[in-house]
């Protein structure tokens, strides 16, 4: 079966009779005369499965909305429209709380009911004349309902219901902050450092601040000619080792791990123990590196991240695991996927029924240059524990630009979305997907 944009008319046709009668959201009101409910091309979509076994789906789309989906069949459970200048940057999810991060020059910070949709609370920053652009780092706390952000120019810690914030520390220019990783007792903010005439290459800028206190406790600059835009590098997070950064020198065959809050590169790693195969200097020169979490505050203790890289013509990614025993660190080849194009992954975890403990699984998910989709789960070993295909017009939707999993009933959804539009959740045994959306004309259906 393939999914066409007639055959989606046809569905999108159907479906909207047997929902007239259904309420226009606040800001369709006037606007519109045919109406489908729309939420845009999702930029992040995070498939959270709650304390009590449910699993919701929280994404941010291009039409600057924040909405909810539903799991069994994609329908919108709740939306939030925010103003057409306030850009919605990032999304959180923990517990039944989640947490965006909008605006530019004047910033705002707020948590939402997953459930309801309803705002919990906020804390907005005014605009600064000397505000040096970030892209919304923004990350709660362990084992607290606080929250830390970049807001302007400062980095904040924010309880519940903030007339002011627990502390604020000034950033001082020193670098455009982009990301957050979070310990028990401290966090590091990362962002590409400002060039100087002393260093006037590209380098990454590592601050430490005491959670408690909001005071510095070091700052240093690691790898050289590496920004958090590059796909040269990548940031690690675990539950129980720390936080790392990972990434290649230019020229360099050799990949350096960074244990954050160490100011020099613990460890050197070589291709051959990432992908388990020799490689030419060619090949290894021009592999590049991604993240597999959409949230990395989800994932359980072993981060993962994909190598990829292209030999004989064909692109083939892996997927490896990190650990730690003591003081070693070990790297394992989780799984390979080859393919005549693009390949891209993602992951996921549930608590499933059957075991009442918590199993974390990985989709991985390889695009081929037909538009048919080929996708596998891969759980602790690197035999697959379900595989399927998806066939849809790719000249239409454009090629599928992330994957993540969820649980139905102890059963997996492989979520899929593309550049153009369309969100499926792919089932196994089944060439059809179990619910999709075709955002595409969201433009012209129900938002100015």
């Known amino acids: 079966l393939s999914l066409t944009r007639a055959a989606l008319a046809t569905a999108l046709a159907v479906s909207s009779f047997g929902t007239m009668v259904q309420g226009l959201f606040p800001d369709e009101a ?44 994609g329908e919108i459970a709740w939306r939030q429209l925010f103003g057409h200048t306030e850009r919605i940057n990032t999304l959180k999810v923990r517990g039944s709380l989640a947490l965006t991060h909008s605006g530019a020059n004047g910033t705002h910070v707020r948590v939402w009911d997953t459930q309801t949709g309803a705002l919990a609370w906020g804390f907005s920053q005014p605009p600064s004349p000397s505000y040096r652009a970030s892209s919304g780092a923004v990350e709660f706390l362990r084992k607290s309902e606080d929250v830390l952000a970049v807001v302007g120019n400062s980095l904040v810690r924010l309880a519940p219901n903030p007339s002011k914030p627990v502390w604020e520390l000034a950033l001082n220019g020193t670098a455009s902050y982009k990301r957050l990783v979070v310990q028990d007792s401290v966090a590091y903010i990362i962002g590409d450092a400002v060039p100087t005439k002393k260093h006037p290459k590209p380098r990454l800028h590592v601050v430490e601040v005491s959670l408690k206190t909001g005071l510095v406790k070091q700052q240093y600059s690691v790898g050289s000619e590496q920004s958090l835009s590059s796909d040269s590098n990548v940031v690690l997070e675990s539950k129980e080792y720390g936080g790392y950064i990972l990434w290649r020198d230019r020229k360099n065959i050799v990949w350096s791990i960074h244990r954050l809050g160490m100011q020099e590169p613990m460890w050197d790693v070589y291709h051959a123990k990432l992908v388990q195969s020799e490689l030419m ?14 949230d990395p505050g989800l994932i359980a203790s072993k981060p993962r991240f ?27 080849k989780v799984a390979g996927f080859r393919s005549d194009s693009a390949v891209i ?3 996921g975890g549930a608590t499933l029924p059957s075991s009442g403990a918590s199993q974390t699984e990985r989709a991985v998910v390889a695009v081929r240059t037909s538009g048919d989709i080929s996708w596998r789960v891969y759980g602790s070993s690197k ?30 959804r492989v979520l899929i979305q593309t550049s153009g539009g369309l969100i499926a959740a792919l089932a196994p045994g089944s060439d059809a997907p179990a619910w999709f959306r075709d955002e595409s004309l969201a433009h012209a259906t129900d938002m100015a």
């Open 383 to 412: 035999t697959p524990t379900h595989s399927g295909q998806f066939a849809y017009d790719a000249e239409t939707y454009g090629p599928a630009t992330a994957a993540s999993l969820y649980y139905v009933g102890g059963e997996p």
């Open 345 to 347: 992954a993602g992951c």
């Open 306 to 332: 994909t190598l990829t890289y292209t030999k004989a013509g064909k692109v083939k990614t892996v997927v490896v695991e990190m650990s730690r025993t003591d003081d070693k660190l070990e790297l394992r």
């Open 281 to 294: 200097p060619e090949e290894m020169l021009t592999s590049t590196l991604g993240e597999l979490d959409a």
């Open 30 to 73: 006037g606007r519109i005369d045919w109406y489908r409910a729309q939420i845009g091309v999702p930029k992040s979509i995070v498939p959270h499965t709650q304390e009590d076994g449910s699993t919701s789906i929280i994404t941010i789309t291009d039409r600057n909305i924040l909405a909810s989906l539903n799991p069994d069949n």
